[in-house]
Structure formats: C-alpha cells, structure tokens
C-alpha cells in the first residue's frame, strides 16, 4: 500500500496579512508562513526587545539618555516593517499567493479582510515610520549641538 505525504497546510492570505500587521514586529507572520525553524522569523525578536529597552530606558532615565537614543528607532523600524510586509501581503494577487504558498491546491479568494489590513497598515505605518524619523533627525541634531565646538573641528 502506497503511502501519500500530507498535504502541505493551506496559508491564508488574509490571516498573513493580520498577523504582520498585528505581530510583524516579533516576527510572528514569518513563522506562520515559514514555519518555526526560519531564522529570519526568530531574528525580529531580539531587535524589537532592544526598541523596547530604549522605550523603558527613556521612560526611567529621561530623554537625554543617549542610548535610548539609538534603542527606540529600532522599535520603530521594527513595527514599520511588518506594516509593510502586511501591506505587500495583502495586495499579492491570490493566484500568485497560491501559486507561491499553496501550490497545488485550488486558489481562494481573499475578499475584504485584506483590503482591511493593506488600508491600516498603510495608516498606522505611514505614521510610526514618520515618527521614527521625525525622532531619530530630532535626537542626532540634539546630539550635535550638545558637542563642544573643539570636538567638531577634530
């Protein structure tokens, strides 16, 4: 008797789409499509545990803590980034996302739940990317006019 291999699991388009928008941050979207051995997937949570140590940092020691300086764009880059992929997610055609994540099985349609999570996350996004830079252009002048006038010339 011949024995057949499981078929592969379906992914989701939409649920991809949520969970890089809602989780991208730890990487979780990464495994969902991956699978839990993606490196990948398990390097988004040390990056965003060092954003949130800068938060925590600035929050305890005050804005003037220079390390929360470079600890909290990390945070926000790291939220910026599964917007994005929950953006890029969502507007894949879903022949393509079948063809690439459910080859060989019927292709479905993903309806309005990822239109929901392309519109926020563009949205939210858009402003925790401008935030980001807005703070980083923010602190680097702050660091620079704290410099001595000898040091610059150096």
Not at 40 to 55: D, F, I, M, Q, R
Not at 115 to 141: D, E, R
């Amino acid at each position: 008797m011949p024995t057949t291999a499981p078929a592969a699991p379906y992914r989701a388009k939409t649920l991809a789409a949520w969970l890089a928008l809602l989780f991208g941050a730890i990487g979780l979207h990464r495994i969902y499509l991956h699978g839990p051995r993606d490196l990948l997937a398990w390097a988004h949570l040390p990056v965003t545990v060092l954003g949130l140590v800068g938060v925590e940092r600035m929050a305890t020691l005050g804005h003037d803590d220079r390390l929360a300086w470079v600890l909290v764009p990390l945070l926000g880059l790291m939220l910026s980034q599964g917007m994005l992929f929950a953006i890029l997610y969502a507007l894949t055609p879903d022949e393509r996302w079948g063809a690439t994540w459910n080859p060989g099985q019927p292709a479905r349609e993903s309806r309005w739940g990822a239109v929901f999570a392309a519109v926020l996350g563009l949205l939210l996004g858009g402003i925790v990317l401008i935030g980001t830079i807005a703070f980083s252009i923010q602190k680097a002048f702050e660091w620079q006019a704290e410099t001595p006038a000898e040091d610059v010339r150096r």
